[in-house]
């Protein structure tokens, strides 16, 4: 009954029009066509989603865990972010190599790269099995036993629509567990880059501009899918051929304006809109601070190094991509909550909540538990947050505790009373391939100077019982001088040597590991992995798994209290259409931002001595020449990025952006600093999506690469 009530809710959603909020379920998306439709839309939700017939969802792939990316030709051709294809572009650069810096254009097929380990997802379907995972829950029944019969549940749907379909399957959670929606997936593993524009270009503004507008980054680059000559997904093979899909996205030349309706169609990765106002002060006021300030000190670090030695700068790059992107979006988002009064606002709901839940006996008995329940597990989550966010960001912060850590599997092996022969043989090729990955973007001054800053930060900020027994080994032997403790380290841990770690991992045996129980870079990672399994996760893990049957009963309330309100589910990692408006924004007082930037602004940014701001000698000249071909805008301007009103998160990143016709005219990388905090609460004011205009992503491929094949592939509206 509960659950009808439930469904009931979700399909009576009053439409208010709300440009932009809202994450939407593509198979449920035809609650939403008439609001689309208003805002400009001239398709239908069967377009975008279908199971019927081919639809848009077909062109539409979760590239690697994290990113999104789509389908523009009809020979396989993806289109994603130059920071997600990043990682795959640096392994395939050398100081000799650098398509980094250069970028990298394959004439042909035989010359588009490889990348082992690299997938790409494609949903072909959605089922909700609500009923089927929830089959003998009551409500009565113990978190611990609910949880028991939904795995079961699950597990055997699995396992069944595995074997009749054979395709991978998986089932998600929704609203916290008031409803389940299996995805039917197809995997491809032979992903090769095809094409990327150098960093000047695909990361221009560098982690200065990132998460902020106006914005001048082509942030794209493209790959390609292979299958097998028997058309099937397969690892690499270099007989395998360019997948030739179904569906594709064609590309519109007529470019935006504003107040134009779009779509962003993607993999949203996490979000928290309905959190509790104590989650988001531990969220905003406790945990992100000192995560911040941590990742700051890497930063720094990092840029001393890097910017006197090219080595090091294509070294590191990944890596300060990683720590500064997280670092600049917690501070944006901790801000935007105290501009919004987020917390306060949470409040005033959980107010309102109490009130209603008093006004009955059932709902009292239901509800009423709740809030209080809430902010006593988030008092004693405090602590344990801060401890486990300097176990990762200080404590594994250091890289030499990072390798260290990557052996643990295989050392475990090894000691068992009978080790499995096959796996610790497999266990050390990785291992082994692991390692001269990690030393080939290695500088051990670095990591020293990284280790001692974030090692004093660590045992001056955690008191005893809230850090890793190591620490005390500072006070101890080192009189508490953390420069002494890390010369140590370096010096005597064999982590330190690729040498050394090479001969001893060929050697590996339960003698050789008995060493190993000496090495202080050992010592360390075993005493945080045993401190985050002994001490963190126990106490954590009941105060979490309590707050998720706490959100679910919350959420349900909520949707029962407020029937004015739309309700959509949080983001997981599944697919998603969300929809706003091309518009600028008011950052602050007196100032006015634009919808679109231009090739100008580039040279307005222009300053040789700055990394981030090097124009490359082409780019100019091409603006010089004023020729823009039919990517310029009908002002005869070269349009180089837009903001628009879609709600959207980290795994958006490479989602197409489509018009009313459900033509692609940008490609989704970013947000505005100014709205962040969208994860926790949207601001129609201020959280705007940062797309790469479309026809500036052509120009480059064309007129600035040459590599007008790759146009030639691709379905063009003109
Ligand atoms: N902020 C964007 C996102 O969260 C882009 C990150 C990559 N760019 C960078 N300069 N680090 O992924
Ligand atoms: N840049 C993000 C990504 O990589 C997108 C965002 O957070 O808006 O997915």
Redesign the pocket.
Known sequence: MKRLIFFLLISLRVNTLLAGEGMWIPMLLSQNEAEMKAMGMRISAEDIYSVNKGSLKDAILQFGR??TASFISSQGLILT????G?GEIQKHSSLENDYLTNGFWAKNYAEELPNPGLTVTQLVKMEDVTEAVLAGVARDMTEARRAELIRNNSRKLIEEARKTTGLDISIRPFYYGNQYIMMFNRIYKDVRLVGAPPSNIG?F???????MWPRH?G?FSLFRVYLSSKGEPADYSPENVPYQPEKWLPISLKGVEEGDFTFVFGYPGRTNQYLPAAAVKLITEVSNPPRVMLRGTRLEIFKHYSQTDPLVRIQYAAK???V???W??MIGESKGIRRLNGIERKLEIEKQFTQWAASTPERQALYGGIVPAFNDNYAKLEPLTLASDYLSEAGMGVELFQLATRFVPLVEEVQKPKPDTARVSSLKKSLAGFVDEFFKDYYEPIDREVATALLSYYTKNQPVGFRPAFLEQITARHKGNVEAYVSVLFGKSMFASQQQLTQWLNNISPKTIKKLEKDPAWQAAASMRSFSNNSIDPAMRPLQQANDSLMRLFMTGLMEMQTERRFYPDANSTLRVTYGMVEGYNPADAITYNYFTTLEGILEKENPDIYDYVVEPKLKELHRGGDFGPYASSGGRMHVAFVASNHTT?GN?GSPVLNADGQLVGLN???CWEGTMSDLMYDPAMSRNISADIRYVLFIVDKFAGARHLVDEMTLIR
Do not use: E, I, L
């Not at 972010?81 to 997600?84: L, S």
């Open positions: 994290g990113c972010n130059h920071h997600c990043y990361k503004g560098g982690d200065t501009d990132n998460w980054t942030d300060d991509a990683r500064a992107n997280a600049k979006k980290g990143s990388f970013d947000r």
